[in-house]
């Protein structure tokens, strides 16, 4: 099987390569088997959406676009168990964030009950649907497997007189939950199980969040969906790859039931990511065990996560484009979409001076109570973000990392005796520090050069360490929150039991942290780079004026490589 390796869009030369499901449509174009195309994507609102969602959306829509046709947003509510209002909401604000116009075409496949009840009767009139009252069980022991063929239900034959009566009944709710089931009469000998007379109606006395109590019996996935498809004049029904085997269903469906111009399905893999959870099932697990903090927690990567943590749809529009269509099942490194959201930010967003974990810095040479201003550009590599003027005194707050009393080799930065430079301001030469009774250092002491203002030297006099800094009296104390990935691929992503293997590492909050006054006016999905620390972003659930709190969504630097062809 063909896999397409991650290239770097250069935007200077057009990849002409196409994938194959744009060979297939461009084939059926050609061919004149439809003249547009209308693509669709199909959720079933009993989740949030996740990044393999967004796959799939960014893939349909994209494909609408190319085109010239038109995408839909159809949700798939046709099993009333597992569908909640909520993720309706969710998912259309998911979907138009990512920016997947659907225009005016949201559809509910609920509101088709009617019409896929017409279809069922037609097919009992055609003799191509029977009632049967065997059990669940006894159908899947009927049904045999890969090396047993199939035994006939004995309803199988009944008149088609009998079959209306009955599937009348079972809408008027004559029968209890799984006393009768509508099956398809197509071949209990197929080698394809789909095929062997599959249950296309049960009874099922539920409300339901659209039709309310109007129902009592539902359709069931592989017949309502290509039906939904038909409905809409979608051409190309586009699904992952488990649904390989259910095809011949899905082409027996829309032509049994007499569509005219029927939609085709094509499968492609599913989107699998390392180190993170994907499935809707697990996500949920996590959620409902208060294990992360709600189907948004930054850690996971439902859509709503990867927003709250400071992602882009441009990032991950990036991340899908270099991920490919690919038709095997295989795992995309993480690391991948942090390279997308790095690159997206990269030139966007401020470098701005936050100390994470904090210690003090004394400029004994500075004069008592003076502040004064420094220009730093906002973004070196972008000049067009200009510049901003951030304030510096006599006592700063640096990374405690960034001063170690007895250094080691290749250590640049404040040690007793060492010059840096602090970043943008001047340079500072390391007298020495404070520790308290347990030996812990709590203020580093330096004196500075006041003709090196703006950062370097008249006589040419170099230094081989640069620091950041934030001035201690009008640093803003700030919430920052840090992740790592929630399950650990290495060790493993399942338990023996099943369950997952969770590192215990995947959130640290650091709450004494210190950043310049400027970000104070942070809002919620504001994004910066701290410099040397990372891109973080102002979090929409937590953060308020009075305690900002800061995700961070990526570090700066990463050992992933993206391999170019
Ligand atoms: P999950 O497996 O996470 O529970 P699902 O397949 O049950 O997801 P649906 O709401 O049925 O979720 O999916 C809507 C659409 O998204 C379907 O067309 C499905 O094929 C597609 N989709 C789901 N997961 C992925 C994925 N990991 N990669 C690409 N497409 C996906
Ligand atoms: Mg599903």
């Avoid at 967004?54 to 569908?83: C, H, V, W």
């Avoid at 991340?319 to 966007?348: M, P, T």
């Avoid at 001063?403 to 430079?421: D, S, T």
Wanted: aromatic share 10%.
């Amino acid at each position: 099987m063909e896999e397409k390796t991650p290239v770097v869009e250069t935007g200077e030369k057009e990849t002409v390569s196409r994938n194959f499901i744009e060979q297939e449509i461009e084939k059926d174009l050609a061919e004149g088997v439809y003249d547009h195309v209308q693509t669709r994507f199909p959720p079933e609102p009993n989740g949030y959406l996740h990044i393999g969602h967004a796959k799939s959306i960014l893939l349909n829509y994209g494909l609408a676009q190319k085109y010239g046709g038109k995408f839909n947003l159809r949700f798939d509510d046709t099993n009333p168990t597992k569908e909640k209002v909520e993720f309706v909401e969710s998912i259309k604000a998911d979907v138009q964030w990512l920016g997947a116009d659907y225009e005016d075409r949201l559809f509910f496949a609920s509101d088709y009950f009617e019409q896929m009840y017409e279809c069922a009767v037609l097919l009992i009139k055609k003799g191509k649907a029977f009632v049967c009252d065997l059990t669940a069980d006894e159908i899947r022991e009927y049904r045999g497997d890969f090396k047993t063929p199939g035994k006939e239900s004995p309803y199988r034959n009944r008149s088609v007189e009998e079959n209306l009566r009955l599937f009348e009944e079972m809408r008027e709710g004559k029968y209890k939950d799984g006393e009768k089931v509508l099956r398809a009469k197509i071949d209990m000998a197929s080698p394809n199980i789909n095929m062997r007379d599959p249950v296309i109606y049960r009874v099922a006395h539920m409300s339901h969040h659209n039709t309310g109590d109007k129902w009592c019996i539902y359709p069931m996935y592989d017949f309502a969906h290509p039906i939904e498809d038909a409905i809409e004049h979608i051409t190309h029904s586009i699904c992952t790859l488990e649904f390989e085997d259910h095809r011949p269903l899905y082409d027996w469906v829309v032509r049994e039931c007499e569509f005219e111009n029927p939609p085709r399905q094509i499968e492609f893999a599913k989107l699998y990511l390392t180190n993170v959870v994907t499935g809707k099932r697990y996500i949920k697990k996590l959620v409902e065990d208060g294990i992360v903090d709600g189907w948004d927690d930054p850690r996971l990567v439902s859509i709503a996560a990867l927003r709250r943590r400071g992602y882009t749809p441009e990032s991950i529009r990036m991340f899908v484009d270099l991920v490919g269509v690919a038709k095997a099942n295989s795992s995309v490194d993480y690391a991948l979409l942090e390279y997308c959201i790095r690159e997206d930010l990269k030139l966007k967003k401020a470098r701005m001076m936050a100390v994470l974990d904090p210690v003090k810095l004394v400029i004994d040479n500075y004069p008592e109570d003076q502040m004064e201003e420094v220009e730093v550009p906002n973004n070196l590599e972008n000049p067009e973000l200009g510049t901003r003027k951030v304030p510096f005194g006599k006592e700063l707050y640096i990374e405690r990392e960034d001063f170690m009393e007895v250094p080691p080799k290749k250590y640049f930065r404040l040690f007793p005796g060492n010059e840096v430079r602090l970043m943008g301001a001047y340079f500072a030469t390391c007298t020495g520090c404070e520790k308290d009774e347990n030996g812990n250092v709590t203020v580093v002491h330096c004196t500075y050069d006041p003709a090196t203002r703006g950062g370097s030297s008249a006589d040419g006099r170099k230094v081989k360490g640069t620091i950041h800094w934030v001035a201690a009296k009008t640093a803003v104390k700030v919430e920052c929150r840090l992740y790592e990935n929630i399950v650990d691929e290495e060790k493993g992503k399942l338990n023996e039991d099943g369950s997952l293997n969770l590192n215990p590492n995947s959130l640290t909050v650091l709450t004494d942290c210190y950043v310049e006054p400027e970000l104070a006016k942070a809002q919620a999905y504001d994004s910066y780079q701290f410099m040397r620390n990372g891109y973080f972003c102002a979090d929409c659930k937590d953060s308020r004026p009075d305690h900002l709190v800061f995700n961070r969504i990526v570090s700066l630097k990463s050992s992933f490589k993206l391999k170019k062809d």
